[in-house]
């Protein structure tokens, strides 16, 4: 007997279509944060772009005027975290992107760049999924997709902060995606290799500084020694994914994370 969830499907899966919902998308500015939020705003949401980058999210608005979805432009610095999980109040879409990233060695890793990674990669996301859980609940439904990394699931040396706030972001990811399926709820993760964005950029100076090897060598003998797949994933990739599991076709999917990285897990 064909359930009636799979029986609703038809012949051809549903498109997403997110009218009248409101999306946050965090790190808006940029990179994978921008392109989520276009293609969110491409699906119909009205998403509010978070970053602490102001002008680069007055460019990202004027970019997206003609979407079915407005994009609008919330100014905000994560390590205030009280106005963090106000932001979410209202919130039926939440994707949690902003990161920062810094390569040195344990002994040298500066306690206060550590600090700083923790709060905006893993207690800023809980405080935007609280501010954002009880119109959710109220709702009976709700989804949130946590941007990790591959290194959410693997280490590399040298990324001490990055790395535990991406396990960390996993684990946090689970529990809400335990405690919201009741309601409607579900949360994932979704784990990209390298990206190409200015974040992974700005690391080749480092990278190339720690190893001892040319920038030119970065990308091909660190970067991606480790994936069969020899090239930097694209931001509207990751935006996919993104909206995949925002989507009806993903209703039956949380506590996951859907890995795009090119076979680096595959070892």
Not at 221 to 227: C, E, H, T
Request: hydrophobic share 45%.
């Amino acid at each position: 007997m064909t359930s009636p969830q799979v029986a609703a499907f038809g012949p051809a899966a549903p498109s997403l279509e997110l009218g009248g919902r409101t999306a946050l998308v965090t790190g808006a500015a940029g990179g994978i944060g921008r392109a989520c939020a276009v293609r969110l705003a491409a699906a119909g949401a009205k998403v509010r772009a978070v970053d602490r980058d102001a002008s680069g999210l007055e460019r990202l608005a004027e970019s997206a005027v003609g979407l079915p979805g407005p994009v609008e432009p919330y100014a905000l610095d994560l390590t205030d975290l009280d106005a963090a999980e106000q932001a979410a109040a209202g919130t039926d879409v939440l994707v949690n992107n902003a990161g920062l990233q810094q390569v040195a060695p344990l002994e040298d890793f500066p306690p206060d760049v550590f600090h700083t990674v923790l709060t905006v990669m893993l207690e800023a996301p809980f405080r935007l999924i609280r501010g954002a859980l009880p119109h959710m609940y109220g709702q009976g439904w709700g989804r949130i997709v946590n941007v990790s990394s591959v290194h959410g699931l693997r280490a590399s040396a040298y990324k001490s902060a990055y790395v535990a706030a991406k396990h960390g972001l996993e684990g946090l990811s689970k529990t809400a995606a335990l405690e919201g399926a009741p309601h409607g709820v579900t949360s994932n993760c979704v784990n990209p290799a390298y990206v190409r964005t200015p974040l992974v950029e700005r690391q080749l100076a480092d990278q190339a500084r720690t190893h001892g090897i040319p920038e030119e060598r970065v990308l091909t003998d660190v970067l991606l020694r480790d994936s069969a797949v020899k090239r930097l994933i694209e931001p509207e990739e990751v935006a996919e994914a993104v909206a995949y599991l925002c989507g009806p076709q993903a209703s039956f999917v949380t506590g996951a994370s859907l890995v795009l990285d090119g076979g680096w897990t595959a070892h």
